[in-house]
């Protein structure tokens, strides 16, 4: 399996805390605040993170429903987790069109999700399908993750498990069990 990874936070759980500061630190200035992400340990378990996934963004797919698809499999796959609480998409305020664009977190921050997920699904000239997306702490403005997969077009269903999870184990820092064995799917 190759991999593109952009990975802007030295660790994982130094990430999760100071998301959790930026919720505090956005109630003392007024901001919505929202629950903070779910870990166990010897506090033992918090409220599941508030995430917001919009529907990924199709370019050029012979069935654009696959993009809903895959969004409501990622959605399924991190609710059932139990680790996190997605929010309805009926209550998002942005439309993601581009997700090369940084996100207007206000918007996010209205519906006191933590984490934006974002994405992209573009068949390549090969007859490939792209996955792209990108994960953001809203409360921080903060660009989380970013990770580029590919595989075969009737592979779109696997896809959508192994990008769950990428977001379980960079939000939670222990490896998802979504999707154990997709060697037929790329990070190019």
Same mark, same amino acid.
């Given at each position: 399996m190759t991999e593109t990874v952009v990975d802007t936070s030295p660790s994982t759980r130094?990430?999760?805390?100071?998301?959790? $500061?930026? +919720? =505090?630190?956005?109630?003392? %200035?007024?901001? /919505?605040? $929202?629950? +903070? =992400?779910?870990?166990?340990? %010897?506090?033992? /378990?918090?409220?599941?993170?508030p995430i917001a996934i919009p529907d990924f963004v199709a370019a050029g797919l012979p069935d654009p429903g696959v993009a809903r698809?895959?969004?409501?499999?990622?959605?399924?796959?991190?609710?059932?987790?139990?680790?996190?609480?997605?929010?309805?998409?009926?209550?998002?305020?942005?439309?993601?069109?581009n997700i090369d664009v940084i996100p207007r977190f206000a918007d996010w921050r209205l519906i006191n999700a933590q984490a934006l997920v974002?994405?992209?699904?573009?068949?390549?000239?090969?007859?490939?399908?792209?996955?792209?997306?990108?994960l953001w702490d809203v409360?921080?403005?903060?660009?989380?993750?970013g990770v580029m997969f590919s595989t075969s077009w009737h592979k779109w269903?696997?896809?959508?498990?192994?990008i769950s999870d990428a977001i379980y184990e960079?939000?939670?820092?222990?490896?998802?069990?979504?999707?154990?064995?997709?060697p037929e799917i790329t990070k190019p």
């Amino acid at each position: 399996m190759t991999e593109t990874v952009v990975d802007t936070s030295p660790s994982t759980r130094r990430r999760l805390i100071m998301l959790g $500061a930026s +919720v =505090a630190v956005g109630a003392l %200035a007024g901001r /919505p605040t $929202a629950a +903070v =992400a779910k870990l166990e340990g %010897a506090q033992g /378990p918090v409220s599941p993170l508030p995430i917001a996934i919009p529907d990924f963004v199709a370019a050029g797919l012979p069935d654009p429903g696959v993009a809903r698809s895959v969004t409501q499999i990622i959605t399924a796959n991190l609710q059932r987790s139990g680790r996190f609480a997605p929010i309805d998409q009926r209550d998002h305020r942005d439309k993601i069109s581009n997700i090369d664009v940084i996100p207007r977190f206000a918007d996010w921050r209205l519906i006191n999700a933590q984490a934006l997920v974002t994405g992209r699904l573009v068949l390549e000239s090969d007859e490939r399908l792209s996955a792209q997306f990108r994960l953001w702490d809203v409360f921080a403005e903060q660009h989380l993750s970013g990770v580029m997969f590919s595989t075969s077009w009737h592979k779109w269903q696997p896809l959508a498990h192994v990008i769950s999870d990428a977001i379980y184990e960079r939000l939670t820092g222990e490896k998802g069990s979504f999707e154990s064995s997709a060697p037929e799917i790329t990070k190019p």
